[in-house]
């Protein structure tokens, strides 16, 4: 009776930590654009951005601009949508694209620059010119 009771707690504690370790992501969570580009030299290390991709650098084909998904709700011809610029590695992200960005803040002669080290799209909208 006892070696039943223990088999069965054993196999419980192995379920349970086998749940936690495969069940759940280690992530921080994640700013928008807004919360850093009013002072991004305040943040160091790394941190993870959402953002949507909404202009190209014309000078550096690495560089895109990103704006808060707050953004979107803008309807008017004139929002002044604040750009945070973000060197990428790999494919370039479309205009539109809803972006998960983890990286750091460097210092550039011209301002502060998010170098990103990784990138997921996590969604695509629709901008409807205003790219």
Known sequence: MKTNIRNLFVLVAALSF????????????????????????????????????NAYSQSDATIVGVMDKKELTCTTPNCEK????????GPRPAIGDEVRISGSFTAESWGQLFNASEMEVLATHNLGGQG
Do not use: Q
């Open 82 to 89: 604040v750009l945070l610029p973000v060197k990428i590695t």
């Open 18 to 53: 086998l749940a936690l370790a495969t069940g759940c992501k280690n992530e921080a969570p994640a700013f928008g654009v807004n919360d850093v580009v009013s002072d991004p030299g305040a943040f160091s290390g790394s941190l993870t951005l959402v953002g949507i991709v």
